[in-house]
Each structure stands twice: as structure tokens, then as C-alpha cells.
């Protein structure tokens, strides 16, 4: 049989199923059938969409034996901070010396499905247990001084509400969600200019960005786009969650060999004020801004790149108290880890502490592995396995650690089209140790030029 006759075989089952229970319901008969055979139906339904997925997840794998391109990956400093994104040089290789060498130009699609089991979000007042996504960007740099450069990101995403929106858990399964506001809209996110001092011993840098650029970064876990999709492995949640994209101020160098210093001042939106009192990212820029500093220690092991941060933020306005009167300001420390062990495998890690007076999540972590050349002559792709938790303030309802574990395959079926099946898997939603873990399987697909 076919594939399509098979699922036209298979409709038709459910289609006669349900018609034949309508029928009887509304002749009164066999009512009790109904209520026992329906619950039964949808029980399968969902264990056939997940043992879909599944079988996708296997075949990409199966397709990492068959597939064995040639390899086309370069590395390259995305920001100034030393962290790392794959790219492909194709304007470099098709645009003329004296463009390419003060102007680049990169960009992307990545779209994704995502299919939940015990969870469900609204989508226009309907219930639905899955969600899509599609978001183009491009990125240009222009240098057009010696160690000056402007950066511009511009995005366009589009997608359903997120299950952390929905109250399901803590921290969303999809780092790549935006606000209602931003949702469908293209997006000016960055356009920032950066200069290097004596001999690249310090830099200045001033514009738009979102503090995740020069903070908390990582280079196993850090880019939603190319690595893991759920928040918690690619960011620290609840500094993700008071980031904006806003106007700043850096200032950064290396006193010494091996540590790198920088420290970030931003206008911010209040985006946890009480009852809604924000205000815009241009209002008031100086008015209870956002700060941060970094330290990063480079020292190398055997080699092999590593890199430990030790960093602190502090956002200036007042956030109301989780209990009792009064109001605080939300602040947090924390540590960004990576370290390659081999040149193919990499670890990474986070701890993060967060002003437990008035933030749900005071205490956050995350470790895992990523691991390029796992399959042989597969030398371009790279698996990911993670697991991270997140404790539930003891001045909430639930009190538990939510657990996410997430694992992801990134295939490079040719120079620019990548495929990413990904799965994962929550325990203990929203701290509570008794409700039903949820696990969510997608697959992505990337292409960038």
C-alpha cells in the first residue's frame, strides 16, 4: 500500500467511526459506547502523532548514514564578548574584495513544528496542542574603520503564544517567542556600533542591542536558531525574561592575558512593573535603568577554548513583593560556563540567583554536552543533550524544581539547509510535583545564505 492510500485508509476509519457514534448518539442509542470509545480514539490519535515524530527523529538519524556531504563550516567572533556562531561565507565568496572585506551580509530562515503531550495552548480560543513558527532575519556588519564596526540585526518571527504565556511552566520550551505586540511584525533588533582600542585591549560600544550580547552568553548553549530551543538551555529564564532590545551604553577590555571585563548600562521597559507601569525603551532612557557586569576567564585547557563567567545585574526599578507590602529591585548573579574537552565535544554549564523577594524563580541550572562528528563522515553535524531545573519560589503555590531534559540532532543535509529534529521533556510543570510531565517533539528546519 501506498503512503497516501494509507492515510486516506485511515481517515476514512475515524471519519466512518465518528459518524456512526454521532448517528447512534442522536438516536438516542449506544450513548455509553460513545463516552467509552471517543476517550479511546483520542488516545490513539495522540500516540500515533508522537510515534510520528519519533519515527522523523530516526529517520534524520538513519539519513546522517546516507548523506554525507562534503564539509562547508566556518567559525567565526559573532560579538564582542567571544562568543561563536556557524556561518557560510557564500557573499565572501561571490561579492568583490573591497565589499566583502568592510561589509558583510548574512542571513537566514529557520522554521519549526512542535506537537505537545499533556499540555495545549489557545490559538484564536481554540485549544490546539502544537504550535509553528517561521522566522527570517538578516545580519550586516560594516567596518568602515579600522577596528570600527556597526552591527544591525533585522527579524521577522511569527507564532503562537508560548506555554510559560499559558501558566503550563516556568520556562518556555521555545526561546525564539515573542511578545504579542512583536508577534507578525518585522523588527529593527539590533543596530549597534562597537570600537576596538590599542590593539584590541578595550572597546566602546553604544546603540540597540538586548543585554545577552555581552552577558551570560555561552558557546554550547546560547542560540535558540542553531542549538537548543528550550529557554532554560539557552539563557539564564528570568534574566532572559527582564531583557530588552533597547538603547546602551558598553565598555569592555582585558586588563590581562586571558580575562576580559565589560560592563553594560541600558534603558529599560520596567517589564515587571506592577499592574502594567512600564514605559517605552525611549522614555526616560536614564529613568531606573538596567545594569550589568561580566568578568570572563579564557585560560585555555590543554589547547582546547574554555571560558568561565562570573556576572551580576541589577534592574533599577521597583518590583512589587511577592508577599507583603513594599517593593524591591530585581537583581541576580550568576555563572556561564563552556569548555571544550576534545575537538569534537564540548560541555557547558549555568547557576543563576535571582532576588527571591520578588522573583517565582529564585535559583536556576543548567549543564550538558554537544558533540560535532558523533556519526561517521558526518563531520558537520552536531548533537546536543541537556537537562536544566528551576526552583519555584517557597512563596508560590508549588514549591518543587521544574526539570527540562532536551536533546536535539542538527543535520547539514547541504551548504546552506540544515535540519533539526529536537525533543523534550518536563517534569514537575510550574514547580508542582504532582502534575503530569510534558514532552514536546519538533522538528526545524534552517537555511541561511
Known amino acids: 500500500?501506498?503512503?497516501?492510500?494509507?492515510?486516506?485508509?485511515?481517515?476514512?476509519?475515524?471519519?466512518?467511526?465518528?459518524?456512526?457514534i454521532r448517528s447512534e448518539a442522536q438516536n438516542g442509542v449506544h450513548s455509553s459506547c460513545k463516552d467509552a470509545i471517543?476517550?479511546?480514539?483520542?488516545?490513539?490519535?495522540?500516540?500515533?502523532?508522537?510515534g510520528f515524530f519519533l519515527k522523523v527523529w530516526l529517520f534524520i538519524l538513519l539519513l546522517g548514514f546516507q548523506v554525507s556531504p562534503p564539509c562547508y563550516v566556518e567559525a567565526r567572533e559573532d560579538s564582542l564578548n567571544?562568543?561563536?556562531?556557524?556561518?557560510?561565507?557564500?557573499?565572501?565568496?561571490?561579492?568583490?574584495?573591497?565589499?566583502?572585506?568592510?561589509?558583510?551580509?548574512?542571513?537566514?530562515?529557520?522554521?519549526y513544528y512542535q506537537h505537545y503531550a499533556n499540555a495545549t495552548i489557545l490559538d484564536r480560543g481554540k485549544a490546539v496542542d502544537f504550535t509553528t513558527c517561521?522566522?527570517?532575519?538578516?545580519?550586516?556588519?560594516?567596518r568602515p574603520i579600522e577596528q570600527g564596526a556597526l552591527h544591525a540585526r533585522l527579524r521577522y518571527t511569527k507564532n503562537r503564544v508560548d506555554l510559560s504565556q499559558e501558566g503550563?511552566?516556568?520556562?518556555?520550551?521555545?526561546?525564539?517567542?515573542?511578545?504579542?505586540?512583536?508577534n507578525g511584525s518585522v523588527r529593527l533588533q539590533k543596530l549597534y556600533y562597537s570600537q576596538r582600542f590599542f590593539g584590541d585591549r578595550a572597546f566602546l560600544a553604544f546603540g540597540k542591542t538586548d543585554g545577552e550580547t555581552f552577558i551570560d552568553t555561552n558557546a554550547y548553549a546560547n542560540d535558540s536558531r542553531t542549538q537548543f530551543m528550550g529557554q532554560p538551555l539557552v539563557d539564564n529564564p528570568v534574566l532572559d525574561d527582564e531583557d530588552d532590545y533597547a538603547p546602551f551604553v558598553a565598555l569592555g577590555g582585558r586588563p590581562v592575558k586571558h580575562l576580559q571585563l565589560v560592563a553594560i548600562g541600558q534603558s529599560s521597559s520596567w517589564p515587571m512593573a506592577e499592574g502594567g507601569a512600564g514605559k517605552t525603551i525611549w522614555e526616560g532612557m536614564l529613568d531606573h535603568p538596567y545594569m550589568a557586569a561580566q568578568a570572563t576567564y579564557s585560560p585555555g585547557f590543554r589547547g582546547l577554548e574554555g571560558?568561565?563567567?562570573?556576572?551580576?545585574?541589577?534592574?533599577?526599578?521597583?518590583?512589587?513583593?511577592?508577599?507583603?507590602?513594599?517593593?524591591?529591585?530585581?537583581?541576580?548573579?550568576?555563572?556561564?560556563?563552556?569548555?571544550?574537552?576534545?575537538?569534537?565535544?564540548?560541555?557547558f554549564a549555568r547557576l543563576g540567583y535571582q532576588n527571591e523577594d520578588v522573583y517565582e524563580m529564585p535559583w536556576f541550572w543548567s549543564t550538558g554536552v554537544q558533540m560535532t562528528a558523533l556519526l561517521p563522515g558526518?563531520?558537520?553535524d552536531v548533537f546536543g543533550l541537556g537537562i536544566s531545573g528551576i526552583k519555584a519560589n517557597s512563596d508560590t503555590p508549588n514549591t518543587g524544581t521544574e526539570i527540562h531534559l532536551e536533546t536535539y540532532y542538527r543535520v547539514r543535509v547541504s551548504k546552506y539547509f540544515f535540519i533539526s529534529p529536537d525533543l523534550q521533556y518536563v517534569m514537575n510543570p510550574l514547580g508542582n510535583t504532582d502534575a503530569t510531565a510534558i514532552f514536546a517533539a519538533m522538528l526545524r528546519g534552517t537555511f541561511r545564505f
Open 1 to 20: 500500500m501506498r503512503w497516501g492510500d494509507f492515510k486516506i485508509a485511515r481517515h476514512a476509519h475515524f471519519s466512518l467511526m465518528d459518524f456512526w
Open 38 to 50: 471517543m476517550p479511546v480514539i483520542h488516545k490513539k490519535r495522540k500516540r500515533r502523532k508522537i
Open 82 to 111: 567571544g562568543s561563536h556562531e556557524e556561518e557560510t561565507s557564500y557573499f565572501k565568496r561571490h561579492l568583490p574584495k573591497y565589499v566583502y572585506e568592510s561589509f558583510t551580509l548574512k542571513g537566514s530562515v529557520v522554521g
Open 134 to 142: 517561521i522566522s527570517p532575519q538578516l545580519r550586516m556588519t560594516w
Open 168 to 182: 503550563v511552566v516556568l520556562a518556555n520550551l521555545l526561546e525564539t517567542d515573542v511578545s504579542a505586540k512583536d
Open 307 to 347: 571560558n568561565y563567567r562570573l556576572y551580576g545585574w541589577v534592574q533599577s526599578y521597583d518590583h512589587p513583593k511577592l508577599t507583603g507590602d513594599g517593593y524591591e529591585k530585581g537583581w541576580g548573579i550568576g555563572l556561564s560556563l563552556d569548555q571544550k574537552v576534545t575537538d569534537d565535544v564540548g560541555l
Open 378 to 380: 558526518r563531520e558537520a
